[in-house]
């Protein structure tokens, strides 16, 4: 039996994808002692936008594996920035929960029920731009706060209507809180959305050779394939890009988005390939979308000169 330190963020979320990671451990026979790390994510609010935050959710906790304190890492992999930490390796990903994007709203019970100038919170420019794009009439203003937090502030009538992650809130049991949930071609998730993280000490075999049993192969392909996308864009997991990789027919799927933060133009790139080849995969959308005019869109986002 192998002992596991794991090291996760204290939030109800964060705890629950812990919890289940424990249990899958412990079925397969070892222990686990779960650590919880507080994150600047956790102390500091961060205004929606592309230009900072990156790793608010993370570095803590990636530190702590790096010197020893725990022994492995669940993220919410949506908020792993995809540049590599040296020392460190993303050594599984366990299959995929839902990474769609739904509406909640004690109101209304669709997008297009809407009142024109209603009030939409967000804490994600990515939601925003595809928001804007299909409703450019909408009030879209910013929202902090882990899910019971931002559920409370529609609650009190802050606002008509709140876009939060299908997975999260069945997860945390608000499904009845669903609204409408929306496909991937309509508002596209964000890159790694619904999926975990499992990471590790480069040189730790030992727990390497523990959690290596919860890795889902195909899972793990398409969130190599959205990673790679998302890296070769320089757009950092706060901008507004959206990935949705999936297996069809045998083959490796990847859409990938990108969005003026106005939502005032969407450049959508397709294509498929091998399995094996999910970094090529992702580097060929990612090309794709920057002879469309990506780089320009980003920069902007980031309020840089174009």
């Known amino acids: 039996m192998t002992r596991i330190r794991l090291g996760t963020r204290a939030s ?6 812990a919890n289940w990671v424990t249990t899958q451990l412990e079925n397969n026979g070892h222990s686990v002692e779960i650590v919880n790390i507080t994150t600047s994510g956790d102390t500091h609010s961060i205004p929606l936008g592309v230009g900072s935050g990156q790793g608010v959710f993370t570095k803590e906790i990636q530190r702590a594996v790096l010197d020893g304190r725990v022994d492995l890492a669940v993220h919410s992999l949506k908020d792993l920035p995809t540049e590599p930490i040296e020392g460190l390796q993303l050594i599984a990903v366990p ?3 839902s990474n769609l994007d739904c ?7 669709s997008l297009a029920d809407l009142p024109r100038q209603a009030r939409v919170g967000t804490g994600s420019a990515r939601r925003l731009a595809q928001l804007l794009h299909e409703r450019p009439d909408l009030d879209i203003q910013n929202i902090r706060g882990n899910v019971g937090t931002r559920l409370s502030k529609l609650d009190d009538g802050e606002f008509d209507a709140i876009l939060l992650a299908e997975a999260g809130l069945r997860r945390l049991g608000f499904d009845d809180r669903i609204r409408e949930i929306f496909p991937p071609r309509r508002i596209t998730p964000a890159v790694g959305q619904g ?3 499992l990471e590790i ?5 030992c727990t390497a050779d523990v959690v290596q049993a919860l890795d889902d192969l195909d899972t793990h392909a398409a969130i190599r394939a ?4 998302l890296r070769h864009l320089r757009g950092g997991c706060l901008a507004p890009v959206g990935g949705w990789a999936r297996i069809e027919q045998g083959r490796l799927v990847l859409l990938g988005v990108v969005c003026s933060l106005g939502g005032e133009q969407r450049l959508r790139i397709e294509a498929d390939a091998d399995i094996s080849d999910a970094r090529s995969l992702g580097e060929e959308v990612a090309r794709q979308l920057k002879s469309l005019g990506s780089d320009r869109l980003l920069a902007e986002a980031r309020g840089e000169n174009s």
Not at 12 to 17: E, K, P, R, V, Y
């Open 103 to 109: 509406l909640v709203s004690s109101k209304y019970s």
């Open 226 to 229: 959205e990673r790679t996308m």
């Open 95 to 97: 299959r995929r929960a």
């Open 201 to 205: 000490r480069e040189a730790d075999q």
């Open 195 to 197: 999926a975990l993280g």
């Open 12 to 17: 109800a979320l964060a705890i629950w994808q």
